[in-house]
């Protein structure tokens, strides 16, 4: 199978310093990037690397992830973001999933053997937000397979006809629940593998917890109504 990787990047210098030495790039059919309209060098970073770099004509992570698919020549696509917080080396994991059939493939954090960064925490607002979304959409839309407890890791691989089934939105943020909002309504086939989240080393989210947790729920709620 032709697996593309794809870096997703918003002025993510520091974690593309850490992360891209330590990519197994060598293992995908093409490894590219889209920006976001970084202003810290990461393009520049990226380009002197010799890595392909698109910048999204529109703004928002849903069309970061629609003008990755409309870039790349591969049958399936691995969307990385390279924070810092995530080891690589878990990039080879995708592979096997995806050629033994799974549309879908989400690197979690919430299942057995993985780990949030707010584990260590007796309060757990990230964590706890993406679970019950998790049991929302479960509860919804889910008819049999697994219940995909990382809904909002945007760290997955799937086929690019899968995701033309789904036919995301391509504005706003909601891709990352939408996705297996839409796998669950086709019927598709999802896998997830256990990955450990560290604390970033610079910079912060772009996705503060409260204003997206109300943006993902607008979205589910849309959703529900559009069946």
């Known amino acids: 199978m032709k697996i593309s990787l794809c870096l997703l990047v918003f002025n993510e210098i520091d974690g593309c310093r850490t992360d891209i030495p330590r990519i197994p790039s060598d293992q995908f059919y093409e490894f590219f990037a889209v920006d976001g309209g970084s202003t810290d060098n990461t ?11 698109h910048r999204q004509p529109k703004p928002g ?4 992830y629609v003008h990755a698919v409309a870039k790349t020549k591969g049958e399936a696509l691995v969307v990385f973001f390279p924070k810092g917080t995530i080891d690589p080396s878990s990039l080879l994991q995708f592979r096997p999933l995806l050629e033994r059939g799974e549309d879908l493939v989400i690197a979690s954090r919430n299942i057995a053997g993985g780990s949030n960064e707010e584990d260590s925490n007796v309060l ?3 964590k706890w937000g993406v679970l019950f979304l998790a049991y929302l959409a479960e509860f919804l839309w889910r008819k049999e397979g697994i219940v995909v407890k990382d809904v909002l890791h945007g760290y997955k691989g ?12 391509d504005y706003g943020l909601s891709i990352d629940i939408e996705m297996v909002v839409k796998a669950y309504k ?8 256990p ?4 604390p970033r080393p610079a910079g912060k989210t772009h996705f503060s917890v409260l204003p997206t947790g109300m943006k993902l ?6 959703e529900y109504w559009l069946r």
């Open 43 to 53: 393009v520049e970073y990226l380009k002197g690397l010799g890595i392909s770099v």
């Open 61 to 64: 992570l849903n069309a970061a």
């Open 124 to 126: 757990k607002p990230r």
């Open 158 to 169: 799937f086929t690019i006809s899968a995701f033309k089934k789904m036919a995301p939105r």
């Open 186 to 193: 086709l019927n598709m086939r999802v896998a997830e593998f």
């Open 195 to 198: 990955v450990k989240e560290m």
């Open 217 to 222: 729920l607008k979205y589910l709620w849309q």
